[in-house]
């Protein structure tokens, strides 16, 4: 069955960096497109990066020039290097493919001093 198993968050000061990696198994990773999202409290959970089976990536506007997406295709994993971060980058991070299958239990990224 689709598993998705998020690590790496933490509480940082602001400005500081994290990296997130995300271990899929249960379908075929490599040709798959990936994403990361997150969901601060109370709104809505929203898409923060996409890369794609041959490496292209996208970004939302509030993470563009920050954050940095990218895939082990041999190990099955997906991350994201997330610098100079901010309180308003505090939330819960999930990674999906694309169209999304069932989610896991995301990690939680506090930016605060």
């Known amino acids: 069955q689709v598993q998705l198993v998020e690590s790496g968050g933490g509480l940082v000061p602001p400005g500081d960096s994290l990296r997130l990696s995300c271990a899929a198994s249960?379908?075929?990773?490599?040709?798959?497109?990936m994403g990361w999202y997150r969901q601060a409290p109370g709104k809505q959970r929203e898409l923060v990066a996409t890369i794609t089976s041959r490496g292209s990536t996208n970004y939302a506007d509030s993470v563009k020039g920050r954050f940095a997406i990218s895939r082990d295709n041999g190990e099955n994993t997906v991350y994201l290097q997330m610098n100079r971060l901010k309180s308003e980058d505090t939330a819960v991070y999930y990674c999906n493919k694309l169209p999304n299958v069932s989610w896991g239990q995301g990690t939680q990224v506090t930016v605060s001093s």
């Open positions: 249960g379908f075929t990773f490599s040709s798959a497109v």
